[in-house]
């Protein structure tokens, strides 16, 4: 029989989930700040995924495009419908999921969520986000991200060991990537350790 040789797996790449307005305007400060924002998340070896659609969403794949790191597959976007040909096309790979609002539970699954203005369907996959334990970040002072950042979202302790646990504020993109560097490996740390002790249900 022939051996196969041992090879070392390179570690997975984080997903970033960017969620925002829909129907931001080309160009405007919000959709200038979530293009840069998926450029620099490119830039810094992670993947996003996004709900697939347009104005954040789409600015957020079209920037990760203009990373010179870019690879085929670096975005994902989860459809609420279950037409493919309704993603935006800046989407790699393009999954409908036929759940309509309900994809935003999907999305705020990611390794770490950015909000970028938003209203109720962003505000939706915050408290997502918020109940599962995920680093959540909020770009600018616009929408659901501007009314929460720097706040905790209720009165849940969600990590005993993170005291200053928040919807992080971010001015501007860069930041939001330092915020990732500094806190996604405690983050991911503790939803690991409570996957490993949580009983299965």
């Known amino acids: 029989m022939k051996k196969v040789a041992n090879r070392t797996q390179p570690p997975r790449r984080r997903t970033i989930a960017v969620i925002g307005d829909a129907s931001c305007k080309f160009n405007s400060k919000t959709e ?4 840069r924002l998926g450029t620099l998340l490119i830039d810094s070896g992670y993947r996003i995924i996004t709900g697939g659609m347009g104005g954040i969403m789409e600015a957020a794949c079209r920037g990760a495009k203009e990373s010179k790191r870019y690879r085929e597959g670096d975005t994902v976007g989860l459809l609420p419908g279950h037409a493919p040909s309704a993603a935006n096309p800046f ?4 999954i409908p999921t036929g759940l309509d609002y309900g994809r935003n539970y999907l999305v705020a699954h990611s390794d770490a969520v950015v909000a970028v203005g938003g209203g109720a369907g962003t505000l939706s996959e915050i408290c997502y986000a918020w ?3 995920r680093l959540i970040i909020a ?10 950042a720097g706040e905790k979202l209720d009165w849940r302790i969600r990590y005993g060991d993170i005291p200053d646990d928040r919807i992080y504020a971010a001015h501007n993109p860069q930041k939001v990537i330092k915020f990732l560097g500094q ?3 405690v983050y991911n740390a503790g939803i ?5 002790t949580s009983p299965v249900r």
């Open 91 to 94: 989407v790699d790979i393009v």
């Open 192 to 196: 690991a350790e409570r996957e490993n």
């Open 139 to 148: 770009l600018g002072d616009e929408g659901w991200a501007g009314k929460l």
């Open 32 to 35: 200038l700040h979530a293009r």
């Open 131 to 133: 109940m599962h334990k």
């Open 183 to 185: 806190l996604l490996p």
